[in-house]
């Protein structure tokens, strides 16, 4: 492993991004448009800056800028591949979107290249067949905040080489992650099928009128000690995250979905990225 590409450069593909470039590998980062691109180098200027604030090991003495001096930007797609040794998926939970990426990138990546998706809800066996390279395709699962949250989890379908699988187990550690090994498929992985029976369980308390967000979070801090609410999440994760899940759920996940769409999302209430969503932040530098 030596040139990593991440595709998509939202809230965690950004972090994967830098967090890789940090722990010294070149990075080539793609997305759509330049005015992504754009917003993009922003977020990893504000990286810089949160990895500095946060006492991560070496960021204050240099290393966050380094970080970014190893990313490059692009939004040409075959120039992204064209020498990468893994590339890392990180674009939006939509699985055709998802396919029709998978079928252009096994036109013009290497054949040495490794894929990797960073899906939170889709199985690997969902996209497999798009890839082209089916011994050499696996997901590779990261936290929000990656550089505290660190796990990495690595899921692979029947078809993907265990070399393959140890060399993605292997970069994790690399990367500063603790690689968690799953042994078979499962949706949600593991983080996920922890943490969105929980998130779910709050959002239909309030598509239900039973309680407001504050309200909600406020009884889940005080009453368990955890740092967080369900909606304080969701704003952390983001709310397009949060719609492109909750619409393919059931009728109240749906529901949720136009809720978020149309009091939120509509009105570029994204969550933490953009300053407000449940609830109000300071704007990213």
Do not use: C
Not at 33 to 62: K, N, P, S
Not at 123 to 135: E, F, Y
Not at 164 to 181: D, L, R, S, T
């Amino acid at each position: 492993m030596k040139n990593i590409t991440v595709l998509g450069t939202g809230v965690l593909g950004s972090q994967i991004a830098f967090q890789t470039a940090f722990h010294g590998f070149d990075v080539v980062a793609y997305d759509i448009d330049q005015a992504a691109l754009d917003r993009a180098a922003e977020r990893f200027q504000g990286l810089a800056a949160r990895y500095v604030a946060d006492g991560v090991a070496g960021a204050a003495d240099g290393g966050a800028d380094t970080a970014i001096s190893r990313i490059r930007l692009t939004h040409d797609l075959a120039v992204a591949a064209a020498d990468a040794n893994l590339i890392i998926e990180a674009v939006p939970e939509n699985l055709e979107l998802k396919q029709g990426i998978y079928r252009t990138l096994a036109e013009v990546a290497p054949a040495k290249t490794i894929f990797a998706t960073n899906s939170s809800t889709l199985l690997p066996s969902d996209i497999v067949d798009a890839t082209g390279r089916p011994d050499r395709f696996l997901a590779l699962h990261f936290a929000n905040e990656i550089w505290s949250h660190n796990t990495a989890e690595v899921m692979g379908t029947p078809a993907t080489d265990p070399a393959v699988y140890a060399e993605v187990v292997e970069f994790a550690a690399q990367i500063g992650m603790v690689p968690i090994e799953i042994k078979k498929e499962k949706a949600g992985y593991l983080l996920n099928s922890l943490l969105v029976p929980f998130l779910q369980a709050g959002a239909e308390l309030l598509v239900d009128g039973i309680a407001d967000p504050p309200a909600i979070d406020a009884t889940w801090r005080i009453g368990t000690g955890a740092p967080k609410g369900p909606f304080e999440i969701y704003d952390i994760v983001g709310l397009t995250t949060a719609y492109n899940i909750s619409r393919m759920g059931d009728e109240k996940q749906q529901k949720f979905a136009d809720l978020l769409k149309e009091q939120y999302i509509d009105k570029g209430k994204l969550g933490v990225a953009t300053g407000e969503g449940f609830y109000s932040y300071p704007r990213e530098s």
